[in-house]
């Protein structure tokens, strides 16, 4: 059964406190790229990469780290630097070769909330 | 700056009726358009897609129609049912240039009145 996980569902930061969310897929794509969702303000793209070891910034890349050792994995770290976490995470996974154009393929989402 | 604009937060629509989503971008290299569905707490999945040498792609109840001179896009849904009400958001990329991000808008929350 092919697809993308992200874990856990919600998870909470204490101030200063760096945490990890977690994106793994079975699809062999790729890319796979990190977006944040805030009311009002759609997707946007914090980190992307094409290939493995290889990443790069979004639009929103400031306070948040990722690597991409293996191919199925993409971990997002939220660091203290983020001074405004809160936010729907999602995960997203990629393949030229399914074909003409380019259909990204989402995981369900983690909530992270400040405590 | 925004490269995708759905400048409709909202739209309300009788169950049966046709539900009309649009969508404008700035960027005249993008060549290729999506429309997601997402429900809340859920990713987004795809519902249908169009490239820049077609001014129409049709699946079920779902068109997509481009007007390139314009540079906008919008999605039918007809006939639309309850279970369509969701957030729909509009995306665009480059076709040619290897798996390039999508870049969205800010989505329109379709509700769907029984």
């Known amino acids: 059964d092919g697809g993308i996980t992200q874990s856990p569902k919600y998870l909470f930061r204490k101030e200063g406190q760096n945490v990890t969310l977690s994106c793994e897929q079975n699809?062999?794509?790729?890319?796979m790229y990190w977006y944040r969702q805030d009311p009002g303000q759609g997707l946007r793209l914090i980190y992307y990469?094409?290939?493995?070891?290889?990443?790069q910034k979004g639009d929103i890349a400031e306070g948040y780290s990722v690597s991409r050792e293996k191919k199925e994995s993409f971990p997002l770290t939220v660091t203290s630097a983020q001074k405004n976490p809160t936010a729907f995470y999602l995960c997203?996974?990629?393949?030229?070769?399914?074909?003409?154009?380019?259909?990204?393929?989402f995981g369900p989402g983690t909530r992270l909330l400040v405590l | 700056d925004q490269q995708v604009k759905q400048n409709s937060p909202s739209l309300s629509v009788q169950e049966g009726r046709i539900s009309i989503l649009n969508c404008d971008y700035t960027?005249?290299?993008?060549?290729?358009f999506l429309w997601y569905k997402k429900y809340p707490a859920e990713g987004p999945t795809f519902l249908i897609s169009?490239?820049?040498?077609?001014d129409k792609n049709e699946d079920g109840r779902f068109t997509v129609f481009l007007n390139k001179s314009a540079k906008h896009l919008s999605l039918h849904i007809v006939p639309s049912q309850p279970g369509d009400s969701a957030v729909y958001f509009c995306?665009?990329?480059?076709?040619?240039?290897?798996?390039?991000?999508?870049?969205f808008g800010k989505g329109t929350r379709l509700s769907v009145i029984a």
């Open positions: 169009i490239s820049s040498i077609k």
């Open positions: 960027n005249s290299m993008f060549d290729y």
């Open positions: 699809l062999n794509h790729d890319a």
């Open positions: 997203a996974s990629s393949s030229r070769d399914r074909g003409p154009g380019e259909t990204q393929y």
């Open positions: 995306a665009a990329t480059y076709l040619n240039s290897g798996n390039t991000p999508l870049v």
């Open positions: 990469s094409q290939i493995v070891n290889d990443f």
